[in-house]
């Protein structure tokens, strides 16, 4: 199994509050991603990263932002969450040597009251 | 704008025969196709990938075709076991290092 870990597992939160989420990678892949799953919609791309302090947007990037000091650490927040971000996220990593396949971690399931 | 569709959210077989799962998609720039495997309370994991140079690729049981002309593709498990009950996921990409983009997943239940 890659080394991916995601913290927390768990979270409950409330409407309004700041979140972040962790995904921390020991395979010293270039890219990270951050996708969510719902219900309907599959997996959906957050945001991603192809290097330290290089990001950019994915399709549902509205509410979120992200940060990628390290190359083995990739964080998510939602500055003021809301209820429809209540989600199961999920973070993936790839390597750069002409690697299609992502490799994802276990997720973190938030839910937002 | 779905880009990769899953038309069947569910699908159920009896062990031992085959499982088909399809996935159509409409984005002619995807040039590499990948299969997901996501049991409940764990992440994706990877199973198979086709490259679109290729129309079949396969890994022991699992077998992927792709048929171009009709954006289509499909994962066929033989046999099928209760252990592949699971949510699968197809994926396609332009390049590598790309975003993956998903379908919506299809719910696999293989009854003894």
């Known amino acids: 199994d890659a080394g991916i870990t995601q913290s927390p597992r768990h979270k409950v939160t409330e409407t309004g509050t700041p979140v972040t989420l962790r995904c921390h990678q020991t395979?010293?892949?270039?890219?990270m991603y951050w996708y969510r799953q719902d219900p309907g919609h599959g997996l959906r791309l957050i945001h991603y990263s192809y290097g330290v302090k290089d990001t950019d947007k994915g399709e549902v990037s509205d509410g979120y932002s992200v940060s990628r000091s390290k190359t083995e650490d990739f964080l998510l927040t939602l500055e003021s969450a809301t209820s429809s971000q209540t989600s199961v996220y999920f973070c993936a990593i790839s390597d750069s040597q002409g690697q299609r396949e992502q490799y994802f971690g276990p997720g973190t399931r938030l839910t937002v009251t | 704008d779905q880009q990769v569709k899953q038309n069947s959210p569910s699908l159920s077989v009896q062990e031992g025969r085959i499982s088909i799962l399809n996935c159509d998609y409409t984005?002619?720039?995807?040039?590499?196709f990948l299969w997901y495997k996501k049991y409940p309370a764990e992440g994706p994991t990877f199973l198979i990938s086709?490259?679109?140079?290729?129309d079949k690729n396969e890994d022991g049981r699992f077998t992927v075709f792709l048929n171009k002309s009709a954006k289509h593709l499909s994962l066929h498990i033989v046999p099928s076991q209760p252990g592949d009950s699971a949510v699968y996921f197809c994926a396609a990409s332009v390049k590598s290092g790309s975003r993956l983009t998903f379908g919506e997943g299809t719910q696999l239940t293989v009854n003894p």
């Open positions: 984005n002619s720039m995807f040039d590499y």
């Open positions: 086709i490259s679109s140079i290729k």
């Open positions: 395979e010293n892949h270039r890219y």
